[in-house]
T-cell receptor, first 114, second 115 residues
Framework: GNSVTQMEGPVTLSEEAFLTINCTYT??????LFWYVQYPGEGLQLLLK?????DKGSNKGFEATYRKETTSFHLEKGSVQVSDSAVYFC?????????????FGQGTELSVKP | DGGITQSPKYLFRKEGQNVTLSCEQN?????MYWYRQDPGQGLRLIYY???????QKGDIAEGYSVSREKKESFPLTVTSAQKNPTAFYLC??????????????FGSGTQLSVL
């Protein structure tokens, strides 16, 4: 079945460092791909998305490119801030069945130190 | 303001007790979802509903029940059959278009613990 695998955390970086969080997926069709962010004690918020191969999603300095050839959707940011500390979830949309449910990776915790 | 409201924020369950988690949305979304979040395991789908009076089991439905009597409400009951209920529960909704999920809107969650 469809699945999402993320790099394990926690990831600890200094402010202004470059961030990469790896995400790979397994899907039988052509899913939409998402990155969600969860701040402590809160629900998830959509960070960015891409709906087809070679699309680049971007928001708040974060970006990710839908790579069909490597089945990847890695999250990147050129210069992280302390306020980016959160848990990041990669997800895919199970298109066409099961009510459009999202399948999530296990989450990657990011901690940015001043 | 439009959004999803979950209540209570914290809930405690005694042995053998059923408890109900509330989820209300005023976004006029057709689809609603319940996810369970455990540390290091990401989110797992419990139940989902695409229209009123209809719902489907997700990946871990055993020990849970839901109802969808109104479009804006999707309560989740954690029954005594759920032997390991301690988790963070997240409700979400989505404006499904042609069966495709464009974006999930999440509530702020309910932390359920066993006494």
């Amino acid at each position: 079945g469809n699945s999402v695998t993320q790099m394990e955390g926690p990831v600890t970086l200094s402010e202004e460092a470059f961030l990469t969080i790896n995400c790979t997926y397994t899907a039988t069709g052509y899913p939409s791909l998402f990155w969600y962010v969860q701040y402590p004690g809160e629900g998830l918020q959509l960070l960015l998305k891409a709906t087809k191969a070679d699309d680049k999603g971007s928001n708040k300095g974060f970006e990710a490119t839908y790579r069909k050839e490597t089945t990847s959707f890695h999250l990147e940011k050129g210069s992280v801030q302390v306020s980016d500390s959160a848990v990041y979830f990669c997800a895919l949309s199970d298109r066409g069945n099961q009510g459009g449910k999202l399948i999530f990776g296990q989450g990657t915790e990011l901690s940015v130190k001043p | 303001d439009g959004g999803i409201t979950q209540s209570p924020k914290y809930l405690f369950r005694k042995e053998g007790q059923n408890v109900t988690l509330s989820c209300e949305q005023n976004l006029n979304h057709d689809a609603m979802y319940w996810y369970r979040q455990d540390p290091g395991q990401g989110l797992r789908l419990i139940y989902y509903s695409q229209i009123v009076n209809d719902f489907q089991k997700g990946d871990i439905a055993e020990g849970y029940s839901v109802s969808r009597e109104k479009k804006e409400s999707f309560p989740l009951t954690v029954t005594s059959a759920q032997k390991n209920p301690t988790a963070f529960y997240l409700c979400a909704s989505s404006p499904l278009r042609q069966g495709i999920n464009e974006k999930l809107f999440f509530g702020s969650g309910t932390q359920l613990s066993v006494l």
